[in-house]
């Protein structure tokens, strides 16, 4: 059983910045590509940043030079650094671990980030 808790949101000024992180328990987290995805009131859940299992990242548009994905194999987390936060970012941001080849996906239960002066 997979489980992804996320953590690090909570309400920042425009132009701050948050870490959010996400641990993920059980097995194999190294095959997994990762992703982090946000969801806003009245839209539909984005993406936002992934990073494969060999470690290639991809980033959305409107979050690229200012978002930074890592992933830590050895402690099973997987990070999102974000800088210069604008009140559009806010949204609940939620962790994803997906493996395409044996048809696994999961989704962490997602933390809040408020941009907000």
């Known amino acids: 059983q997979v489980q992804l808790v996320e953590s690090g949101g909570g309400l920042v000024q425009p132009g701050g910045s948050l870490r959010l992180s996400c641990v993920v328990s059980?097995?194999?987290?190294?095959?997994?590509?990762m992703g982090w995805y946000r969801q806003a009131p009245g839209k539909q859940r984005e993406l936002v940043a992934t990073m494969s299992a060999s470690g290639w990242s991809n980033y959305a548009d409107s979050v690229k030079g200012r978002f930074t994905i890592s992933r830590d194999n050895a402690k099973n987390t997987v990070d999102l650094r974000m800088n210069s936060l604008k009140p559009e970012d806010a949204a609940v941001y939620y962790c994803?671990?997906?493996?395409?080849?044996?048809?696994?996906?999961?989704w962490g239960q997602g933390t809040q980030v408020t941009v907000s002066s």
């Open positions: 059980g097995s194999f987290f190294s095959f997994y590509n």
């Open positions: 994803n671990a997906n493996w395409p080849d044996l048809s696994r996906d999961y």
